[in-house]
């Protein structure tokens, strides 16, 4: 299997997961990659990070396009989760020579994760020497573990910050060039909306600090995904800037969940009178949308408003599942609305409310509910209903 050139004296020599569909209840349609990168000096060569342990062959056959695996003398480890550090150890025995660096907390991470196995802490004082190429190293705490760390070469300014700017989407095409920018714009937000919204203010420390040190960059080579250079590198830190902001546009998101139709009839209508206040809508069933697809659809939207029936006195688990999610990625700044219909007993309306006022959404809409199958009457009051949300989410957006 073949390197590819990244920079001057960097190839990448990671691995495809063409397959991979799942990330942590995270849907990856376009599957990933496990990233990793030599950097070659005049007298030493440096891998910087491994991959998911049933790939090390593909990443040891891809080394040996342009080495013997052998031969390298330093592997650094940017992140212990299993997807970059599982193969470690295996690596390590076809490098036999190698010394392994990481963060303080990496070296904890490490042996934790690796029965006692012992690397060298790296800080951001640190600068290893590969002769003719350096190495610098940022400790980046909380982005999004606190092990992550980013790993800079000076000399063909290139950064290397492991899970940050990253996209899960498997390529024969390296280069965000490659796939074209808006692919890859679209795959970095679902990437940031379902693993880092919950972390905006460490994402904002994370980018002051790289912009503090200094640092030329023309190439920015993640974990996963395609890799970012020259003036498309500026169009991520603009966009990781809106986001890790709670930057929202007018725009509502409906989402629901129905059993014999009713609800879906209510989130039409609803939606129809959103969008008549001039306000962007994404209307989805979750039984059929990928939840990674509705947080993305979530991350620059005004508005999550949210439906089901009611089954059990309490909502459909599809709607319960997406607020599990939502309660782990702690969404800021959003307003929230419910809606649901029901039969001979209601519950989920309620339900909904409690749980996205815990989770902190604004909810300064009345819930919408209607019994059985609602009538022309009850479709023009719901249409009604998202009109107000809709004047809701102009008058947020002007204050």
């Not at 495809?16 to 849907?27: A, M, P, Q």
């Not at 909380?142 to 989407?169: I, K």
């Not at 909810?363 to 009850?378: A, H, L, N, V, Y």
């Given at each position: 299997?073949?390197?590819v050139p ?9 691995a495809i997961?063409w ?10 349609p ?18 910087i990070?491994?991959?998911?342990a ?6 040891l ?10 031969q390298i ?10 997807d970059h ?7 390590m025995?076809a490098c ?10 990496g ?12 690397v060298d802490?790296?800080?951001?004082t ?5 002769g003719?190429?350096?190495?610098q190293f940022?400790?980046?705490p909380?982005?999004h573990?606190?092990d992550?760390?980013?790993t800079y ?13 990253g ?10 060039s490659?796939v ?9 937000a ?17 980018v002051?600090?790289v912009v ?14 395609v890799?970012?250079?020259g ?5 991520v ?5 809106r ?5 929202t546009?007018e ?12 609800t ?8 129809d ?13 979750l ?8 947080t993305h ?5 005004r508005a999550l ?5 009611t ?13 599990t ?6 969404p800021?700044?959003?307003?929230g ?5 029901y ?5 989920a309306?309620?339900q909904i409310?409690?749980r ?6 604004e909810?300064p809409?009345?819930p919408?509910s ?13 249409h009604?209903?998202?009109r ?7 008058d947020?957006?002007s204050?």
């Amino acid at each position: 299997m073949r390197a590819v050139p990244v920079s001057d004296g960097i190839f990448w020599v990671g691995a495809i997961d063409w397959n991979l569909r799942d990330f942590h209840g995270y849907e990856t349609p376009r599957g990933t990659t496990y990233n990793a990168y030599l950097v070659r000096g005049q007298n030493m060569t440096a891998l910087i990070d491994t991959v998911k342990a049933p790939f090390v062959p593909e990443l040891l056959s891809r080394i040996a396009d342009v080495m013997d695996p052998a031969q390298i003398d330093l592997i650094v480890v940017n992140h212990v989760e299993p997807d970059h550090n599982g193969g470690l150890p295996a690596v390590m025995a076809a490098c036999p020579n190698a010394r392994v660096v990481a963060s303080g907390s990496g070296v904890r991470g490490v042996a934790e994760y690796h029965d006692g196995l012992v690397v060298d802490p790296v800080s951001a004082t640190d600068v290893i020497d590969l002769g003719g190429k350096t190495l610098q190293f940022l400790p980046m705490p909380m982005v999004h573990w606190p092990d992550s760390m980013f790993t800079y070469c000076a000399e063909s300014r290139t950064l290397m910050p492991n899970d940050a700017f990253g996209q899960h989407m498997a390529s024969s095409a390296r280069f965000a060039s490659e796939v074209g920018m808006d692919l890859a714009l679209e795959e970095l937000a679902i990437y940031y909306a379902n693993i880092l919204m919950p972390l905006g203010k460490q994402v904002t420390k994370a980018v002051e600090k790289v912009v503090a040190t200094g640092w030329e960059i023309d190439v920015v080579a993640p974990a996963h995904g395609v890799i970012w250079r020259g003036e498309e590198f500026g169009r991520v830190l603009e966009a990781y800037g809106r986001w890790s902001q709670g930057e929202t546009t007018e725009k509502a998101v409906v989402a629901y969940a129905t059993m014999w139709g009713s609800t879906k009839a209510l989130a039409e209508s609803i939606a129809d009178g959103i969008a008549a206040e001039g306000v962007q809508v994404y209307e989805c069933d979750l039984t059929s949308t990928a939840i990674a697809q509705v947080t993305h659809e979530l991350l620059e939207a005004r508005a999550l408003v949210l439906g089901s029936p009611t089954l059990h006195h309490g909502m459909l688990y599809k709607v319960s599942g997406y607020l599990t999610w939502l309660e782990g990625l702690h969404p800021a700044g959003k307003m929230g609305a419910v809606f649901g219909s029901y039969g001979w007993g209601g519950g989920a309306v309620k339900q909904i409310t409690g749980r996205m006022e815990a989770i902190g959404f604004e909810m300064p809409i009345e819930p919408f509910s209607e019994k059985f199958r609602p009538t022309e009457d009850d479709l023009a009051a719901a249409h009604a209903w998202g009109r107000d949300i809709g004047k809701a989410i102009k008058d947020g957006a002007s204050e």
